[in-house]
């Protein structure tokens, strides 16, 4: 993009000096997290800039699976997820009014599969806390036969499974394109360039340098760039030691089955897509920033498919995707202001649960910017706790 480009794209509230653009806030990163920062500032009246350097959408957020669910995410993620449901909720609702773009939030029932005795109690253990912690949902173990009766192609090496009666999906490409169509009506712009460097000047506002040389000058940044968030160490001085995690899904082609139930197993899952394509996956791989798909993770993919549906060993392949999740060393997300630089805000680190926190960690953001505050306790996920 050059800069007559950005030029005739400006908004009111932007002023141009040569090729400086000056503006209030900057998100960096146009994926789950970005987009949803952006919707919840524009919401509140504050106006803002994406930088996103490929398509939106392109990376993990773009390929997610997009399961949205807190029971898989105890702990210190729980309170987060919890928010995190609460509010696709509610984004399904206005989306839907505003725009329209379908983007496949569907409530259905889905059954974690166990094929051994470690499995069964493992599965068994898990209803009785997941029931505590979660009210508003159902856990019920089935017998074989029960789950039979919800998806005859199960194998019948099935000892049991868990039934989730209130389990969420969602289109997660759909649901961003939705989701900036509201803030794009709002006025946010979005840049399709690469940040290349980032400096902040004693007594002044953050600059940010992009690859056409474009300088972009702003009151504060939010950095929500994915595993790409670990080049915030190359501009300051602050140790941000986000790494990628590959992971790789199928989507199949089968016709007349999973029409009732969507099927999970040891991390692996299977779902009948709004698309009617069969979406499976997923492998968990350190390749660095690999996004390139693999023979090996087909076949690892098909076999964990086989094993809880053997008849989608005759599917059709229709498309393979790879995308690269942000992970932290201690695999919790990254959310908050620096403390060494008030004016940088890090919302990152979802790893395979990015869909169902993203609009919480947007939220938080959007507060933290708006009134320096929010209800939720973001301690464990600071930034600043891998100085």
């Not at 509201?182 to 979005?190: P, S, T, Y």
């Not at 360039?193 to 940010?208: A, C, G, M, T, Y």
């Not at 702003?218 to 790409?228: H, L, Q, T």
Request: with cysteine; charged share 20%; aromatic share 8%.
């Amino acid at each position: 993009m050059n800069y007559a480009t950005l030029q005739t794209s400006v908004s009111w509230d932007w002023k141009i000096t040569l090729n400086t653009i000056k503006t209030d806030i900057v998100i960096i990163g146009g994926g789950i997290v970005g987009i949803t920062t952006a919707y919840y500032l524009v919401k509140s009246g504050i106006n803002c800039l994406v930088i996103e350097k490929d398509a939106l959408g392109s990376h993990a957020s773009g390929f997610a699976y997009g399961s949205i669910g807190a029971s898989k995410l105890q702990g210190l993620n729980y309170p987060l997820a919890l928010k995190g449901c609460s509010l696709h909720n509610e984004l399904n609702e206005f989306l839907t009014r505003e725009t329209n773009i379908d983007i496949q939030y569907r409530v259905k029932s889905s059954i974690k599969l166990a094929f051994n005795e470690e499995e069964k109690e493992f599965l068994s253990n898990s209803i009785s806390s997941e029931f505590k912690e979660d009210k508003r949902n159902q856990f019920n173990w089935l017998e074989p036969s029960q789950i039979f009766s919800f998806e005859p192609n199960v194998s019948k090496e099935v000892i049991g499974g868990v039934l989730q009666k209130h389990s969420l999906d969602v289109d997660p490409y759909k649901l961003l394109l939705a989701l900036y169509e509201v803030c794009e009506r709002r006025g946010v712009k979005l840049v399709n360039s690469e940040v290349i460097d980032l400096k902040i000047p004693h007594s002044d506002s953050p600059l940010i340098t992009l690859g056409n040389n474009i300088q972009i000058s702003c009151e504060k940044i939010v950095v929500s760039m994915g595993p790409w968030t670990q080049n915030l160490s190359n501009w300051i001085n602050v140790k941000m030691p986000i790494k990628p995690l590959k992971g790789q899904i199928l989507r199949l082609e089968m016709p007349g089955i999973m029409k009732n139930c969507s099927l999970s197993w040891s991390g692996n899952y299977a779902d009948l897509k709004g698309d009617g394509l069969i979406w499976t996956g997923t492998t968990e791989e350190n390749e660095g920033f690999n996004e390139t798909v693999s023979d090996e993770g087909r076949t690892q993919i098909m076999q964990s498919a086989i094993k809880m549906i053997p008849c989608l060993e005759r599917a059709k392949v229709v498309l393979q995707t790879a995308c690269l999740r942000p992970m932290a060393p201690d695999n919790l997300p990254v959310l908050g202001k620096l403390d060494n630089y008030p004016h940088i805000y890090i919302a990152t680190g979802g790893l395979r649960s990015g869909i169902t926190l993203g609009p919480a960690m947007g939220k938080i953001i959007s507060e933290l910017i708006s009134n320096n505050s929010t209800q939720l306790d973001i301690t464990p996920f600071s930034p600043n706790r891998f100085d």
